[in-house]
């Protein structure tokens, strides 16, 4: 009987021990009232419906556009200037983020334009972490629905580090839909003009960029904007033959 119970008792009960430290999702291991669960946890246990969103949504750092791009994608705009990131906390701006795209474009598919232009990482950098936080506990659908990220003005250090540490902290189905523009020009590719509202001072690094190029890695060829200074008609020490010469004793 003991032999029995025991023999039951072994068959009833197990041990799943996932290795989370090494980033492996544990979803695929969960039944699916647990999955469920776990999705609706952003429905059940947010307040984000009777929060007050007033003083960000006076930043307008995350704004639904009118238009989309030439794929048919809605356009959410992103301005990381006016991401004030010393003064909100991660778990706030998930819930801004989520209530954004829950209350102004409950389906159909959607692309981030994100401009990075002139972005300091010590004010307005939210952080590789948190930015990968949020796309991972946002529902599968959201997820799904997000076709791809447009990243205006990467500067040298962003390259840097989402060449080599990117995969590392964005799942691949985010690492896979950042697109790198350098340049406006190149966006117009993809999205149409006036389709989406480009900053002035984003159009005005722009074309700094295409004078100085190497701006865009950080480095500053003429800090003292020396060649827009104009010429001189006539060159010290050159000798002009129409003025009278003078002799000398």
């Not at 009987?1 to 799943?16: H, I, K, N, R, Y």
């Amino acid at each position: 009987m003991a032999g029995s119970s025991s023999g039951s008792a072994s068959e009833d009960f197990s041990v799943l021990v996932l290795a989370s430290d090494l980033g492996i999702d544990g979803r695929p291991f969960l039944s699916q009232s647990d999955r469920e669960n776990r999705e609706e946890q952003w429905h059940d246990c947010q307040s984000y419906e009777q929060e007050d969103f007033s003083d960000l949504e006076a930043l307008q750092f995350f704004r639904l556009e009118s238009g989309s791009d030439k794929s048919g994608n809605r356009i959410f705009r992103i301005i990381g200037k006016h991401f004030p990131a010393p003064v909100i906390s991660g778990e706030r701006l998930k819930k801004y983020v989520f209530h954004k795209i829950a209350t102004e474009l409950p389906e159909g598919p959607y692309c981030i334009v994100y401009m990075h232009t002139t972005v300091q990482s010590d004010d307005n950098s939210p952080g590789l972490t948190i930015l990968r936080w949020i796309y991972e506990e946002l529902p599968s659908d959201h997820k799904d629905r997000l076709q791809v990220v447009y990243f205006i003005h990467p500067g040298l250090w962003s390259r840097l580090v989402f060449a080599t540490l990117g995969r590392f902290f964005l799942s691949g189905g985010l690492y896979w839909k950042i697109k790198y523009v350098s340049r406006l020009q190149y966006l117009w590719d993809d999205i149409k003009k006036g389709e989406l509202e480009i900053p002035e001072f984003v159009l005005q690094h722009d074309n700094v960029l295409e004078t100085r190029p190497l701006t865009d890695y950080g480095i500053e060829p003429d800090p003292f904007h020396v060649t827009e200074i104009s010429t001189m008609p006539y060159s010290f020490g050159r000798h002009r033959a129409d003025l009278p010469s003078r002799e000398y004793m």
